[in-house]
């Protein structure tokens, strides 16, 4: 079996004690972590730690696994920055700075239903001006020099009663919940790890990024790793309204391995 970790800033709590070698993967798991892991990066039979949106590309042969995610609460690491408050702003072009298709979808399903504000065209690029630029993990967290930053995950809690699902755990469709175990018990016991030592894990990844540590505990803690019913209520409705006018394509059915009894 093989297993991939998006190595995303919000993932770190199960990623970064496999990264940093706290944790030893079993010997018959193949376990690899990509920076910007994407659908492609994917095959048949793999299971993967994605960010929602690219289930997009998999919803036909993979499953979703609620045990294992990655769940924004009232505070996220999706943000959108613009120089004078979001009520003064009316249409301009919408710019995605570095992020992945989890914080597009958020920003698509949240920046006119909740703030009123029409995307001219959305960007990577900076080769015109924007209004307003989507950011997301230590520079969502990290306070801006200028100008106003929301928290769109906060946003997406206010505008829907759920909470904003960044990442999710697929596995093919044709593996059930006994096959899975040995991989599950690996991921909880990196989440177990990850949160033994959150002191160390938020040191060493808040200093590259020269992030207040505070700051990022206050953040961390308004996150969940698995998905409850509500959840996936919330995913099912990011992936409906977020991928209207993307690259992702539409889902029309998801498949979650049932609970276990």
């Known amino acids: 079996m093989r297993l991939l970790l998006n190595n995303a800033f919000s993932a770190a709590p199960i990623v970064h004690p496999f990264v940093a070698g706290w944790v030893i993967a079993p010997a018959d798991i193949d376990v690899a972590e990509l920076v910007g892991l994407r659908a492609s990066d994917v095959a048949a039979g793999d299971c993967a730690l994605i960010p929602l949106a690219e289930f997009a590309f998999l919803h036909e042969t993979h499953q979703i696994v609620p045990d294992v995610a990655v769940v924004a609460g009232n505070a996220g690491m999706v943000a959108m920055r613009c120089p004078v408050r979001p009520d003064e702003i009316g249409i301009t072009p ?9 914080a597009e979808i958020l920003a698509r399903a949240t920046l006119h239903s909740f703030y009123g504000i029409h995307a001219a065209i959305w960007t990577r690029s900076d080769a015109e001006p924007a209004e307003v630029v989507i950011v997301s993990g230590a520079t969502a967290i990290a306070l801006p020099e200028a100008g106003f930053s929301e928290d769109l995950c906060r946003a ?3 505008l829907t009663g759920m909470r904003a699902v960044d990442h999710v755990l697929v596995a093919p469709r044709a593996v ?4 899975l175990e040995p991989m ?3 991921l909880a016991l990196l989440l177990a790890t990850g949160h033994e ?3 160390e894990l938020r040191r060493e990844i808040a200093e590259p990024f020269g992030l207040d ?6 953040v961390q803690n308004a996150y969940t790793f698995a998905l409850n019913v509500e959840d996936r209520a919330s995913l099912a409705l990011l992936l409906q309204r977020g991928t209207h006018g ?3 394509p539409m889902v029309e059915e998801i498949s979650f391995l049932p609970d276990a009894p």
Do not use: M
Not at 94 to 102: F, I, P
Not at 176 to 179: I, S
Not at 213 to 218: F, G, I, N, S, T
């Open 94 to 102: 919408v710019r995605l700075w570095e992020v992945d298709g989890a």
């Open 197 to 199: 030592r959150r002191r």
């Open 156 to 158: 997406w809690v206010i």
């Open 176 to 179: 059930d919940r006994e096959a």
């Open 246 to 248: 993307s690259a992702y």
């Open 184 to 186: 599950l018990r690996f």
């Open 213 to 218: 540590r505070d700051r990022l505990a206050e």
